[in-house]
């Protein structure tokens, strides 16, 4: 390492340091790569791995060049822009992030600060709360902050497999007393089953992408499995997921043991809390014996039909944005599908059998003979317009297009 002479500054930021130390990083990863942003109220709250070195930023709606206030984005963005990240504001002004916290991106968390609550995270190096996950989506709802992820199964003993999540925690949830100190009591995760049925199903076990449906308690989400390019798209009601939490738990009594189902002590558990003597805040109603060992559920959260809403063999796919249509008869879901070759696909998801997962278009939004992953995708309802973001630019493309049609037929 280079030693720095006395009484000479070095005019480089510490991000900046460790990228030169790090010379073997490719010099792209050094750059700020925006991996938070979120609109809540007239703010915008961004967050940007800044050549390694996390930092976030308020800025005002409708200014964006003006910084209101800055802050350390440790624990609220990653390091690395690799690293699959997402993160919430909940309606008391929360920040819930998923992401990884440290520099070798060892350490995941879902990570709570910036509200009233103190801040809270998963238990730290502990592979049975999350497993190398992959975060894809966050969702305040309710009592609880969801997050939607994939991650290694620890319940599965046999070779590595991935399974898919969801998880919340309570929203009022104030840590623990002693055990689980700034730590969670009400985290819960249970697997997302998105397959074909059949005698043995076909699990499409890993999630890219999911969509929350507020106006339907819908989540849809995108799932692909890495035996094959194939990919589907299932559709999960908030209904059922409660029924996974509420159901029992699955526990290893010893590394050695098995995963076994073990009953739900509170099976209808509302985030409900215990007078606590003295100064702090009551305790969520959860025993923090319970609360260190009982997390993962027993059942898999089933989507709302067995079969997936669409399924592809060959093509992979990556993003997905819904948008409701009534039409004279029915009220349509329209399904915006992003492939990792850069088309989207717009498909119909219904009540009806005939129409399930019929395909209405492939919309091919990249010049011709390009072909690339899209990076976001996003529904402007106001402008009845789908926002397809790219490496280095953004599409507007109309949700109607009904010109492109020159005959009924
Ligand atoms: C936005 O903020 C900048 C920097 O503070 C300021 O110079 C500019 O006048 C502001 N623009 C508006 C429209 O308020
Ligand atoms: C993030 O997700 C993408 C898409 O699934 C995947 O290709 C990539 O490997 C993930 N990143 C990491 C660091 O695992
Ligand atoms: C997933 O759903 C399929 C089809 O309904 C079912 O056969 C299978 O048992 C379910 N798997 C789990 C783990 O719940
Ligand atoms: C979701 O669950 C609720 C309550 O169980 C039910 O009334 C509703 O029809 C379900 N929605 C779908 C789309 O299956
Ligand atoms: C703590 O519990 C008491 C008794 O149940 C209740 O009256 C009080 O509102 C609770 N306080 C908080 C901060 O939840």
Known sequence: MTQWCEGETPSITS????????????????????RVLIVAGRKVFMCGTNAFSPVCTSRQVGNLSRTIEK??????????????????????????????????????????????????????????????????????????????LREN??????????????????????GGRFLLEDTWTTFMKARLNCSRPGEVPFYYNELQSAFHLPEQDLIYGVFTTNVIAASAVCAFNLSAISQAFNGPFRYQENPRAAWLPIANPIPNFQCGTLPE????????????????????????????????????????????????????????HVLYIGTESGTILKALSTASRSLRGCYLEELHVLPPGRREPLRSLRILH??????VGLSDSVLRVPLERCAAYHSQG
């Open 277 to 332: 003597t003295g100064p702090n805040e009551n305790l969520t109603e959860r025993s923090l014996q319970d609360a260190q060992r009982l997390f993962l559920m027993s059942e898999a959260v089933q989507p709302v039909t067995p079969e997936p809403c669409v399924t592809q063999d060959s093509v992979r796919f990556s993003h997905l944005v819904v948008d409701l249509v009534q039409a004279k008869d029915t009220l349509y």
């Open 153 to 174: 199964a620890v319940e599965h003993d046999c070779g590595r497999t991935v399974y898919s999540r969801v998880a919340r925690v309570c929203k009022n949830d104030v």
């Open 71 to 148: 802050i350390n984005g440790v624990a609220r963005c990653p390091y690395d822009p690799l690293h699959n990240s997402t993160a919430v504001i909940s309606s008391q002004g929360e920040l819930y992030a998923a992401t990884v916290i440290d520099f070798s991106g060892r350490d995941p968390a879902i990570y709570r600060s910036l509200g009233s609550g103190p801040p809270l995270r998963t238990a730290q190096y502990n592979s049975k709360w999350l497993n190398e996950p992959n975060f894809v989506a966050a969702y305040d709802i309710g009592l609880f902050a969801y997050f939607f």
């Open 382 to 387: 106001s402008a009845r317009a789908l926002f």
């Open 15 to 34: 991000g900046e340091l460790c990228c030169l130390l790090l010379s073997f990083l490719p010099q792209e990863e050094c750059q700020n790569y925006v």
